[in-house]
């Protein structure tokens, strides 16, 4: 089936979906691309965590011009897979329009929430090369999991990105985010559109050997209409009206000044009819 197929046919399902949601229907901002665009760099644990966090760098993408790099930290923990899932990882960032880059070559090994206890010298050297990998990019946008998301590879990817970033010194923003346990404190609400919904789940069904072993791509909507429940009273203030949107994502957005914290950014919601630029960025 073709990529266009494949996005009407989710399009349809979502449409559906935000119908008995009781949401109105899309409105979408024109693209307005920037003088001069960012970068984002998704550094994702495993293949086809690019997917299910995505909301904010495709709509930096497609309506800011912005350039999205996925950084593929691990290729999961079965050698036999790796190379399988590297591509249908690179297929995946082809839906997306995503740039696909991967730490080493299958990738990073033992990336856990105990390695630098465990394995001091192999972590160091995970330091290092991700800390390299930050001094040449120099991406205006960092997305990770947040430190207690539960996975162990998941954490492990926070602890890595945090002292990578502390190695580098790097002036960006950190945008936290969630899949295996919510996060307590998050500022930002990103809308997807039906369209970039539909794009996000065609994306997420490349990665064919994990949706096999498990169908969590027929999930992810169910999750991003959760990510506005939560998201309502979260970031906009207890009791206040929910958002009249039917899928969003949510992300803890944070200031780094020389690779360390240095400011929440504050609460904001992103409508798909306001057009996300480098403002978002901004305290």
């Known amino acids: 089936m073709s990529l266009e197929a494949d996005l009407a046919r989710w399009r349809d399902h979502l449409n559906r ?25 998704v550094l994702a644990p495993h293949p086809d965590d690019e997917c299910i966090v995505g909301a904010l760098p495709l709509r930096l993408q497609q309506e800011a011009g912005w350039r999205v790099t996925n950084v593929a930290v691990t290729l999961g923990s079965n050698p036999e897979r790796r190379e399988p899932r590297w591509a249908e990882l690179v297929d995946a960032c082809g839906v997306l329009g995503f740039g696909c880059i991967r730490l080493g070559a299958e990738g990073l090994s033992d990336v856990r929430d105990d390695t630098a206890e465990r394995n001091p010298a192999l972590w160091a050297a995970h330091v290092q090369t991700l800390a390299e990998l930050l001094t040449e990019q120099q991406p205006c946008l960092l997305l990770a999991p947040h430190a207690l998301d539960d996975n162990p590879s998941h954490r492990g990817t926070y602890r890595l990105v945090a002292e990578a970033l502390a190695r580098a010194r790097l002036d960006t923003v950190l945008a936290h985010t969630e899949f295996w346990a919510t996060q307590s404190a998050p500022n930002t609400l ?72 240095a400011a929440e950014l504050p609460r904001r919601v992103y409508p798909a009819d306001q057009a996300l630029t480098s403002a978002l960025l901004t305290p």
């Open 17 to 41: 979906f935000a119908a008995l949601l009781g949401n109105p229907p899309d409105r979408a901002a024109p693209p307005t691309p920037e003088a001069r665009p960012g970068h984002c760099l």
């Open 190 to 261: 990103v809308q997807t559109s039906i369209a970039d919904t539909a794009r996000l789940i065609a994306a997420l069904e490349r990665h064919t050997g994990e949706i096999e072993r498990n169908p969590y791509h027929l999930r992810l909507p169910a999750f991003l209409a959760d990510s506005v429940r939560r998201g309502g009273e979260l970031v906009l203030g207890a009791g206040e009206a929910p958002p009249d949107f039917a899928f969003a994502t949510l992300y803890r957005l944070v200031a780094y000044r020389a690779g360390q914290p």
